[in-house]
């Protein structure tokens, strides 16, 4: 297996005695891949993200992003990141264009995908010339995303990227990061949304107050997830066969209601046997996923 | 330091700082068409020179003569106003630091292959700029109005000239102070606030120092002491004592805010 982009070892950031902003993360992102990184506001997403910049210090425990050490060696990293922080307010009086030719000129002007990123993001030229603050929010997360990207970094770490995005640029920014993932690039996505996380995350992190709950392989995640089976036979079945991993929820009549855990491959024969007239199989979203962890379940 | 930050730091604070400049360079000409219009040499000269002492110390003429050309100009450089737009000057600049901290800015700065010792480094380069600008603004201010008002008799211009470099100097310290704070503070409003405060403090103690005795030795922890454009002018000359102080406080100040914000957590 190849060296992990990112590797964290017991990361830890305490706050006073008692307030925890990340708990002993132990963290591994490899190449080439999109991760999610879930968690509710609060968990402690942006902390994590920020000992990992070397904005903040840890108080225990280590990071390694590239192999090399988060403090010590951070500027050697950050030639090689491209980072879009969750909040970000920047120079109101600055016109977009500005903000941009900044940020590539402390990259010794390399900007190979400003003009993609702008195109795919709907930012047009005239728009860049205004100050922001007559900017939009969505409008300068688009910007700050372009700042993130415009480099064409190895590696991008995303704080909640689609804050204040409408479903269309969403959509636009998910197919640019895939095509960006084909490329090689790795990316880090933190978000507290799991729909997007489902839909673009290859390996997903569950955060809960500072701790790590869970890293899963995405379809796994989904693979495990309970479901919900409403069946209705063609007449009432005197009695139900052994149902693998199935729990009865209610009975009347010839309709059967089963909450399933995990594959639902070996329910179907037996159930089918009793003569099925209707089934309906309810997939919950990933939220209730999410929620079990999230409760401690 | 880098030259694109630097650039875009000094496009940024571009308009405040011309206009303190400017604001500083138009109250130095004033200055002077007010003396060829009141002509205090004429009609105030002998009841100024009746000042007590500690009040002319406090105008910054103890050493040279208040009704002549050169000691009321040199009131100029001491002058309340003048002060609180030096401190305007090295505030807007030095406390840009934390405007970024404030607003997370910093966040997407140091996301870049620029380390925090650089990111400093622009900031002090920014205020030895500021430094240099108040300097020239003063001087010319003070030198258009010597062109275009009559005076008795001309100052003489490398006077005032060496007083501009105090006061480059003084604008320096302030700057180093105020960045100290910028270094210290997650808001721009506490950097400016503790600053002016630390600000306020030093002219009293310099104030204080000419009245009462027991204010002298602590008066050597202010700035202000050491900023004697007066005493400049009365002797065509710098002390090289108040030149060092400034610079050595600069550099501590400097030093202390480089040491600050290197080990800081940036929230």
Redesign the interface.
């Known amino acids: 297996m190849p060296d992990p982009i990112i590797a964290t070892h017991g990361l830890t950031k305490r706050y006073g005695r008692d307030a925890v902003g990340i708990d002993r993360l132990d963290l591994e992102v490899r190449p080439g891949e999109i991760f999610g990184f879930l968690g509710p506001n609060g968990a402690g997403k942006s902390t994590a993200l920020r000992l990992l910049l070397d904005l903040i210090r840890p108080t225990g425990g280590r990071a390694e992003i590239f192999g090399l050490d988060t403090h010590r060696e951070s500027v050697r990293i950050r030639e090689r990141i491209g980072n879009l922080p969750g909040e970000v307010e920047m120079w109101r009086d600055c016109p977009g264009v500005e903000v941009l030719d900044l940020f590539a000129a402390l990259r010794r002007g390399q900007a190979p995908l400003r003009e993609e990123t702008l195109r795919r993001l709907e930012l047009s030229p005239q728009a860049l010339t205004r100050p922001l603050r007559t900017w939009s929010r969505g409008m300068k997360q688009k910007l700050a995303i372009a700042v993130a990207l415009q480099h064409a970094p190895p590696l991008l770490l995303l704080d909640e990227p689609t804050t204040a995005l409408d479903p269309l640029v969403r959509e636009a920014l998910f197919t640019l990061l895939r095509e960006l993932r084909g490329r090689g690039h790795t990316i880090f996505f933190s978000s507290h949304n799991l729909a997007e996380v489902e839909q673009l995350c290859d390996r997903v992190a569950i955060l809960r107050e500072g701790r790590l709950v869970l890293v899963e392989v995405v379809a796994a995640l989904r693979a495990r997830r309970v479901r919900r089976i409403d069946v209705v036979f063609r007449a009432e079945p005197a009695a139900l066969p052994p149902l693998p991993g199935a729990v009865v929820l209610s009975r009347q009549g010839a309709r059967v209601v089963l909450r399933v855990e995990g594959p639902i491959a070996d329910l179907l024969p037996p159930l089918h046997a009793l003569g099925i007239e209707d089934i309906t199989i309810t997939a919950p979203p990933l939220e209730e996923v999410f929620l079990e962890y999230y409760r401690g379940a | 330091m ?1 030259a ?2 630097l ?2 730091l000094i ?2 604070s571009r308009l405040g700082v011309l206009l303190a400049a400017l604001g500083l360079c138009a109250f130095e000409f004033i200055m002077v068409g007010f003396y060829s219009k009141a002509r205090p040499d004429e009609h105030m000269g002998p009841l100024l020179e009746l000042l007590p002492e500690p009040i002319r110390a406090a105008l910054g003429n103890d050493q040279v003569s208040i009704a002549t050309p050169s000691g009321f100009l040199a009131m100029g450089f001491t002058h309340p106003v003048a002060l609180m737009l030096l401190g305007t000057l090295a505030l807007l600049t030095a406390t840009r630091l934390a405007a970024d901290i404030e ?13 925090r010792g650089r990111l400093l480094a622009s900031h002090v380069a920014i205020g030895v700029l500021a430094a240099l600008l108040a300097a020239a603004a003063a001087f010319a201010g003070h030198r258009l109005g010597v062109a275009v008002f009559p005076l008795p008799h001309e100052p003489r211009a490398v006077s005032f000239a060496l007083a501009a470099v105090n006061l480059g100097l003084l604008v320096l310290a302030m700057h180093a102070l105020g960045l100290l704070a910028a270094a210290l503070s997650p808001r721009r409003a506490t950097a400016v606030g503790a600053s002016v405060g630390l600000l306020i403090f030093m002219l009293f103690l310099r104030l204080a120092a000419e009245q009462w005795e027991i204010f002298k030795l602590p008066a050597y922890g202010s700035f202000l002491t050491y900023y004697v454009p007066g005493g400049v002018i009365a002797r065509g000359a710098l002390d090289l004592h108040d030149v060092l102080v400034l610079l050595g406080l600069s550099a501590a100040g400097y030093l202390t805010a480089w040491g600050v914000f290197e ?1 800081r ?3």
């Open positions: 880098d694109a930050l650039r875009f496009h940024r607003s997370r800015t910093i966040d997407l700065l140091l996301s870049q292959p620029l380390g080990r957590d940036l929230t």
